[in-house]
Nanobody, 132 residues
Framework: QVQLAESGGGSVQAGGSLRLSCAVS?????????MGWFRQAPGKEREGVAA????????YYTDSVKDRFTISVDNDKNTLYLQMNSLKPDETAMYYC????????????????????????WGQGTQVTVSS
């Protein structure tokens, strides 16, 4: 059974930093494994924030977080990370990690950034609150 468990959320003032973690278990990785972070604010659609190949060979970001967020993966620990710096109040949201459907291994990870329907396994989310 595939399980994803996020942690690291919390409350921070604008300009602050947080590091989210996503522990993955029960998943059989392949060369095309694409992992991602999404967020969803109240009343808004879930949006893609960043994505990365499990190999770490490529990392992709939505424009609004480039140069502030960093996605990374520790294969020894089966853990995905999202380092978030210079946080803004409008980035208050529930943050989710996800694994892409293994059947989409042939697709470029970059092309599926933000495509929620391409991701099959999801964590329960961790809340990030940024105050002004």
């Amino acid at each position: 059974q595939v399980q994803l468990a996020e942690s690291g959320g919390g409350s921070v003032q604008a300009g602050g930093s947080l590091r989210l973690s996503c522990a993955v278990s029960g998943y059989t990785y392949s060369g095309g494994t694409c992992m991602g972070w999404f967020r969803q604010a109240p009343g808004k659609e879930r949006e893609g924030v960043a994505a990365i190949y499990r190999s770490g060979s490529g990392a992709y970001y939505t424009d609004s977080v480039k140069d502030r967020f960093t996605i990374s993966v520790d294969n020894d620990k089966n853990t995905l990370y999202l380092q978030m710096n210079s946080l803004k109040p409008d980035e208050t949201a529930m943050y989710y990690c996800a694994l892409r459907d293994p059947g989409a291994w042939w697709r470029a990870c970059s092309s599926d950034l933000g495509q929620t329907e391409r991701f099959r396994y999801w964590g329960q989310g961790t809340q990030v609150t940024v105050s002004s």
